[in-house]
C-alpha cells in the first residue's frame, strides 16, 4: 500500500554532522515515484538576519579606507546601532550611530571628520540599513535613504533533491517557495492555500531525500541546526 502523506523531518539526518539546511533525510519507508503536493511545512526562523552574506562595511575618513564586518547574529533596531557604533569606531574615533524613532533611518554621525560609505560590494550590508547600493556622498552625517530593515528576505526557497518546479531564470533547484510570515526566533508555521498549491514530481523511489533552505538571494540559509519538518501528499 502507498503511503498518501510523506512527512521528511531532518531529526532523521542520514549523515549527523551534517547541518539541518543541507541535509539528507533517511524515510522510514520508501517514497514511492509520483506527484506529491506540499501539504504543511514547519521551519524554525533560526537563521542570523546578519551574516556572512550581508555583514561587511567599507567606509573612508582621512584618506584611509577600512574594510570592516559586523559579528555574524541576530540585530534588532536597538543592538545594531550599539554594535554598528563600536565597530566604526573601533577603526577611527568620533562616531555615532542613531534611528530616527519617526522615520525608521539610521543616521551616521562623526564628530570631528567627514567620511564616506560605500555599498556596492555584494556582501554589504547597505539594505539592511536603509541605503542604497552605492558610495555615499562625504559627510559629516550620512542619514539612510530608506527604512532600517532587518529581516530582508520574505521567503525561503525550499528544495527536495534539487527538483526544479519554480520557474527561475537561473535553474536553482527550488522545489517549494515558502513565504515568511514571522519574525526572527519564531516559526513558518506553513500550510499552502487552496489558490496557491505548490507540487513536486518525484521521478524514482528512494529512501533518502536531501533537503536544502536557501534565501531569495540563493545562498544557504543556516538554520544553526534547528530542524525542519515538511509533510508532503501523494496526488498520483
Excluded at 56 to 69: A, D, P
Excluded at 117 to 129: A, I, Q, R, V
Excluded at 156 to 168: A, E, P, R, T
Aim: charged share 15%; aromatic share 10%; glycine share 4%.
Amino acid at each position: 500500500m502507498t503511503e498518501r502523506f510523506v512527512q521528511l523531518s531532518t531529526k532523521y539526518r542520514q549523515f549527523p554532522n551534517e547541518e539541518s539546511h543541507n541535509c539528507l533525510i533517511s524515510t522510514p519507508k520508501i517514497v514511492k515515484a509520483g506527484i506529491y503536493k506540499l501539504s504543511h511545512c514547519l521551519i524554525p526562523l533560526s537563521f542570523y538576519n546578519i551574516n556572512e552574506n550581508n555583514n561587511k562595511l567599507t567606509f573612508t575618513t582621512l584618506g584611509t579606507t577600512y574594510n570592516v564586518n559586523l559579528i555574524p547574529g541576530v540585530y534588532d533596531t536597538v543592538n545594531i546601532l550599539t554594535a554598528l557604533e563600536e565597530l566604526l569606531n573601533a577603526s577611527a574615533s568620533g562616531f555615532t550611530v542613531e534611528l530616527d524613532e519617526i522615520t525608521k533611518k539610521i543616521e551616521i554621525s562623526n564628530s570631528t571628520n567627514s567620511f564616506s560609505f560605500d555599498f556596492t560590494d555584494k556582501n554589504s550590508m547597505y539594505k539592511e540599513l536603509g541605503f542604497k547600493s552605492a558610495v555615499t556622498t562625504n559627510a559629516l552625517s550620512i542619514t539612510g535613504t530608506d527604512m532600517i530593515n532587518l529581516l530582508p528576505i520574505q521567503m525561503v526557497n525550499l528544495s527536495i533533491d534539487n527538483i526544479n518546479m519554480i520557474n527561475w531564470s537561473i535553474n536553482h533547484g527550488t522545489t517549494f517557495i515558502i513565504p515568511i510570515e514571522s519574525g526572527l526566533l519564531s516559526y513558518i508555521n506553513y500550510t499552502p492555500p487552496s489558490q496557491f498549491q505548490q507540487t513536486v514530481y518525484i521521478p524514482s523511489d528512494r529512501r533518502q531525500i536531501r533537503l536544502t533552505v536557501r534565501d531569495e538571494l540563493f545562498n544557504l540559509l543556516d538554520l544553526n541546526n534547528q530542524d525542519i519538518m515538511i509533510v508532503l501528499e501523494r496526488l498520483s
